[in-house]
């Protein structure tokens, strides 16, 4: 029989220069297996995945040379659309592969792309709903998910196609540990359906036992590849040298006594008060919160399975939720949502939606004085990404993005920074280089940190705050 997947000698470069070039990579990966693609980023992983799903060359333009086939297909050769019923994708931004503005539309979008008969498609919806156990997400606002949630809405879409093959990129990325294993879940079946599933991923201990291969990446090429039982009895030593992250971090927040409490020795220089953090979207009470004191001046964890209210609670308290009339006190004064703004800054999940500027230098001055250049600078420095000030933002890395937003809010004098999810995607050196900056920030600001991420929480955090069904339990 065939390979499912092959590619002999592929290189590849980006026109705009982005990272992720191939450098001769050739693998193949037959049908029914489960590979997993590992490795620092930027060492081409994502770019492997778009090869397979035709991205790369019909939308990502570039030097590419070398044989790339699936299923038989030669890629280049192929409309992307016409792999559309061949190759399924669950991108890491599962907000750039939807089309509906309802959950159960978007789930169905798929099947009916590929012409199909509407009793097949309402077939095949209900049982990929029934498979994946997402009967509440059912006909809701795609703009009112959660991270987690438009992930599993993604994964929904793409099972319902029935795709040979199937892609994944950082699938896991927002998902709590709950829903890590539902995927789990769902990629057994895929694998016991026949699937062949290729997953680029930097969180690896959920794939202990499900992935037959493991192709380690380093510099756009494979440069090790080992059996799937081999590669999970490494330690977390050995992973860490790869920098790659470790199969278990060392607790589970979410089996913590709710509430909000101190995860190591701290002194609190006073607190933020909240008051009636109450919010709706329509007749769903996303947010419920009497009262509620947070440290300022600490590094506090936002914990919580997917649709819990996280990002609704940060939104309303940076005065960003229209709608929304709870009150914020802080040393005494009472502040409204504007004055919240004010005060506040959030690094968003994807934080090219903030980027405006044509350097860095220029985004960090947005809205800030000529003067204050010295200045800005010198946070730029502090920083580590000053070498990059003429740079235009979008060049950068993900860590390095996420540095220049964090510079602007220290520039315009935040006291509040938000980030969600910041170490999304990020590799074990990036998350222990961005867990390092976030710890230091925390002496001068305020810094509250949506995130599933329990290596981030362990080396960064003095606080947790733990939010299910929009309410804290009491402390």
Known sequence: MKDAVLLRDVTFQYANGDSGALNEVSMTVQHGECVLLCGASGCGKT??????????????GGALSGEITVFGRQIRETAIEDLAGTVGSVFQNPRSQFFC????????????????????????LSKTVSEMHIQNLLDRSI????????????????????????????????LDLDAIAELRTVIAAWKAQGKTVIIAEHRLGWLSGLCD?????????????YAGDAFFSFTAEKLNG??????????NYLESKPGLHCIR????????????????????????????????????????HNGAGKSTFTRCLCGLQKGFKGRVSIGGKMLRPKDMMQLSYMVMQD??????????????L???????????????????????????????????KQRTAIASALLAGKKLLVLDEPTSGLDFRSMKSAAALLRSLGRDITVLIVTHDNELIDRCCTHMLHIENGSIAPD
């Open 213 to 225: 291969r493991v192709l380690f990446m380093e510099k756009g090429r494979i440069s090790a590849e």
């Open 101 to 124: 503005v309802d959950t159960t539309a978007e789930i169905a979008f798929g099947c009916e792309n590929m012409g199909l008969p509407e009793a097949e498609i309402k077939q095949r």
């Open 366 to 400: 947005l809205g800030a004085e000529e003067s204050e250049k010295d200045k800005a600078l010198s946070v730029l420095e502090k920083l580590d990404i000053a070498e990059y000030k003429d740079r235009h933002p979008m060049s950068l890395s993900g860590g390095q």
């Open 242 to 251: 790869m920098g790659l992250r470790a199969f278990r971090a060392s607790r």
């Open 47 to 60: 770019t492997v995945t778009r090869l397979l799903n035709g991205l790369i060359p019909h939308y990502y």
């Open 351 to 364: 934080v090219n939606h903030q980027l405006f500027a044509e350097t860095v230098l220029e985004e960090v």
């Open 143 to 174: 703009f009112n998910l959660s991270g987690g949630e438009k992930q599993k809405i993604a994964c929904a879409g793409v099972s319902a196609m029935l795709p040979e093959l199937i892609v994944l990129d950082e699938p896991t990325s927002n």
């Open 265 to 304: 020795p701290f002194e609190s220089a006073g607190s933020i008060s909240l008051t009636d953090f109450k919010f709706s979207y329509g007749k769903h009470t996303a947010l419920n919160i009497r009262n509620l004191n947070l440290p300022a001046g600490s590094v506090t964890a936002i914990v919580g």
